[in-house]
């Protein structure tokens, strides 16, 4: 049985992410989503949050588990007892920051290899903080993430009311 694990912060999850985690479950017997609860970043939504949506997201897939992890992604593979780690990437510039990461991991963990596959086309643009952006502006998210997690951005940005939009980043999407 081969077991993969695709890791990310999933602030929020979206449309990419699920994309590339359906698409690894074609190629690998189980796939552990494993939502980071202490990245670098600043994150808008807690861990239990992020990690009951993705749970949301895959409810009815038995081969799908989904967890928080903390610290190297090498060592949690090693616990869970995953061959593979699953990255997505979106435009060319993903890949060096992600050879990098697969190089690094493998220097680790020889045994466990690192595969990217490529975003489909239409989901080229998405990331967290294009999804969190046009949600803090109030705009219309629909197409980018499940329903429930549209709701829980809206509900998110309520609470922080006019502070809200200023903890995303922002591109030029306000233009």
Do not use: W
Not at 91 to 113: K, T
């Amino acid at each position: 049985m081969v077991r993969a694990v695709f890791p990310g912060t999933f602030d929020p999850i979206h449309n990419g992410h699920i994309d590339i985690a359906r698409r690894a479950m074609r190629l690998f017997d189980e796939l552990i989503i494993a939502v980071y609860d202490k990245p670098s970043k600043s994150l808008l939504l807690s861990p239990p949050e992020r990690l009951k949506l993705v749970h949301q997201t895959f409810a009815d897939d038995d081969r799908v588990r989904v967890t928080l992890f903390s610290g190297l992604i090498v060592k949690f593979c090693r616990e869970v007892e995953a061959q593979v780690i699953v990255r997505g990437l979106r435009v060319f510039s993903d890949f060096e920051l992600e050879f990098r990461m697969a190089l690094a991991n493998h220097r680790l963990a020889p045994e466990i290899d690192a595969i990217a596959l490529i975003t489909s086309e239409e989901n080229s643009f998405l990331s967290g903080s294009t999804v969190k952006e046009i949600a803090s502006l109030g705009g219309d998210i629909s197409s980018f993430v499940p329903e429930y997690v549209a709701v829980a951005l809206k509900e998110r940005f309520k609470e922080l009311g006019e502070d809200g939009p200023n903890m995303v980043p922002m591109t030029s999407l306000r233009d």
